[in-house]
């Protein structure tokens, strides 16, 4: 069935006169003519009924019809969708994230992306941490993902995009709690309520090796899956504990954030893989510098 022969169909079925569909698709009428047998024939079943006064659609003709429409429509519209995600202005992508301290920026990015591309899907996959989530791009689960640094790149593109400093939580009945800042020897006696050993952590990986360097091992008393519930530990009296400062946001009752002054930054960056096809992510790519721009 060619298109040709449904787009003849169509202008003999608006125009009920093989007469003015001829001249309305420049043809004469015979070729016309053959054309609509050709197709009456492939079809099965006849679709308009002839006389020598007038032309009618019969009622398999009014059903053709409908789904002629649909498919020169789709036919017409093919080449264009192509285009558009040829150039990722339409299709998905799928964006993990490491939880809520990267909240401004997941918002930012998503904002800023959906109105340069508003026809593309955006699938968050959350909460995850910088290990797992390097494990979901080399498996090509997700397109990107916002993470903490420093994480192994081999085969993935990062750009850094915000630095965090550290930040004690502690009870707001803690005898630091009123300090404006603490430094690492000050929490030496403390039990830490940390993120998942497991889970490749980089928080974990960067306060035990700050803690090192000032000559001691923290104890970690207890996990959590994720910074909110680390921060609620904390303000029910379990231990303190070591988050980026962007955690403040969260606001859980009971629960002081204190700047850790002698703590390395946490950076966050998106990382992506460099042979990833997806032209979506092109796009996304591509606003990096704005959403740096804005933080």
């Known amino acids: 069935m060619e298109l040709r022969h449904l787009r003849a169909f169509i202008a003999v079925a608006e125009e009920l006169n093989f007469r003015r569909a ?22 099965g079943v006849a679709l308009l009924h002839r006389t020598t006064r007038q032309v009618a659609l019969t009622a398999a003709g009014e059903a053709f019809l409908v789904e002629a429409r649909k498919t020169l429509k789709a036919a017409q519209a093919a080449p264009r969708v192509a285009r558009q995600a040829a150039a990722g202005e339409i299709g998905s992508i799928r964006l993990g994230f490491s939880g809520p301290t990267s909240y401004q920026v997941l918002l930012l ?3 800023k992306f959906r109105e340069r591309f508003p026809q593309v899907r955006f699938d ?20 990107a993902g916002l993470l903490r640094l ?7 593109r990062v750009r850094e995009l915000q630095r965090h400093p550290l930040a004690a939580a502690l009870p707001a009945g803690h005898p630091l709690a009123g300090d404006a800042e603490v430094v690492l020897p000050d929490l030496r006696d403390e039990g830490f309520i940390s993120y998942p050993a497991d889970r490749g952590s980089v928080v974990n990986q960067v ?22 519930t680390i921060l609620s530990l904390v303000g029910a009296g379990a231990g303190v ?8 946001h969260l606001e859980v009752p009971g ?6 002054r002698d703590a390395p930054v946490v950076p966050l960056a998106l ?23 804005e933080l």
Do not use: Y
């Not at 494990?135 to 689960?141: A, E, P």
């Not at 504990?241 to 962007?246: A, D, E, F, I, R």
């Open 124 to 143: 968050i996959v959350s909460p995850l941490l910088g290990g797992e989530l390097v494990g979901l791009l080399n498996r090509q689960d997700v397109d």
């Open 22 to 43: 001829a001249v309305r698709l420049h043809m004469s009428q015979p070729p016309l003519s053959q054309q609509i047998k050709r197709l009456e024939h492939e079809v």
């Open 241 to 248: 504990g070591l988050v980026p400062l962007s955690a403040g």
């Open 207 to 228: 306060v035990q090796a700050a803690c090192l360097q000032h000559g001691f091992r923290p104890e970690f008393v207890q996990e959590a899956p994720d910074t909110h």
């Open 109 to 111: 990015i998503v904002r």
């Open 255 to 260: 629960v002081v954030l204190l700047p850790v």
């Open 271 to 293: 990382a992506w893989r460099e042979d990833d096809p997806n032209p979506a992510l092109r796009g996304l790519v591509g606003l990096l510098d704005e959403v740096v721009a």
């Open 150 to 156: 420093p994480i192994s790149a081999s085969g993935l």
